[in-house]
């Protein structure tokens, strides 16, 4: 008898210690400098937030200096969203890279869904647990992805502005193909693609250029440049394309603000 994605989320969660809420792996040592280097970046652009502004996301305050911002991650969520309801069956969806679980709760008030978000930094996971956890929300996992040992246990795989933390793109996505029960979708949102080396390099000098001038250098050798061509094995749809002639007219016309970065689904 096949068993069913839930049960199989449970188990795992189950051999899980729970400390704060947020059920805990062992991370490698690696995880914890990029966590401790992560939050400090968060610290210095503004983006850790009090509850009561992490309850309200994507939705922000009058005047918030990333509010910007915030409207076009709302309109990906909404995008996602209106694709998974469209599923109709319940699922069990990965939230890889979830920070503060803004996205995963969003995700978790589908009808039918169970969404566990996955990160490597404690405090905002903590945060997420105590602020959006709770019946029927979402629950969340500390540890390294590319140890999460749960073989098709998820509808879906959702990597929303999280796939450039990984150094391998085809190694994550290949376990994100891995962890999925037949009929899933890995969803890529919301982080840059690049056509050619050229292109990576010159991303790669603006990140460095950029973090060092938030006077944390070190982090640039833990945010990545992707190749699109790196995506191909695996015969992704594209389902937003920034640079459409339908998006760029739709943003001429009505002011709107809209992710920059393409949005790919990837089945199983």
């Known amino acids: 008898m096949r068993v069913e994605p839930t049960a199989a ?26 966590a401790r280097l992560y939050l400090e970046v968060r610290a210095r652009e503004g983006r850790i937030y009090p509850d009561e502004v992490l309850r309200a996301l994507p939705r922000t305050p009058p005047g918030h200096p990333l509010a910007a911002e915030w409207r076009w991650r709302a309109r990906s969520v909404r995008r996602l969203a209106d694709r998974l309801r469209s599923v ?123 973090y060092a001038s938030l006077g944390v250098p070190a982090y640039a050798a833990n945010y990545h440049h992707h190749l699109l061509r790196e995506l191909e094995q695996f015969r992704p749809v594209r389902l937003y394309d920034p640079g459409s002639i339908g998006r760029k007219a739709l943003g001429a016309v009505h002011g709107h603000e809209d992710s920059p970065f393409p949005w790919f689904v990837i089945a199983s």
Do not use: K
């Not at 062992?26 to 995880?31: G, I, N």
């Not at 450039?164 to 009929?183: I, T």
């Open 88 to 210: 109709h069956r319940p699922m069990t969806v990965l939230d890889v890279g979830c920070g503060n679980g803004w996205m995963s709760a969003r995700l978790a008030e589908l009808p039918g869904a169970t969404v566990v978000g996955m990160d490597i930094v404690a405090p905002e996971l903590e945060q997420a647990a105590r602020v959006l956890g709770g019946a029927g929300g979402p629950r969340f996992v500390l540890g390294d992805f590319l140890g999460a040992p749960a073989p098709e246990a998820f509808d879906i795989v959702v990597f929303a502005a999280s796939v450039h933390y990984f150094p391998g793109l085809r190694e994550a996505l290949a376990h994100a193909m891995s962890l999925l029960r037949p009929g899933g979708e890995v969803h890529v949102l919301d982080s840059p693609f690049y056509d050619d080396e050229s292109s990576v390099e010159a991303a790669r000098e603006r990140s460095m250029a950029y």
């Open 9 to 34: 989320v449970d188990e795992w969660l189950s051999g899980l210690p729970v400390v704060g809420g947020v059920h805990r792996q062992q991370l490698p040592d690696r995880s914890v400098g990029a």
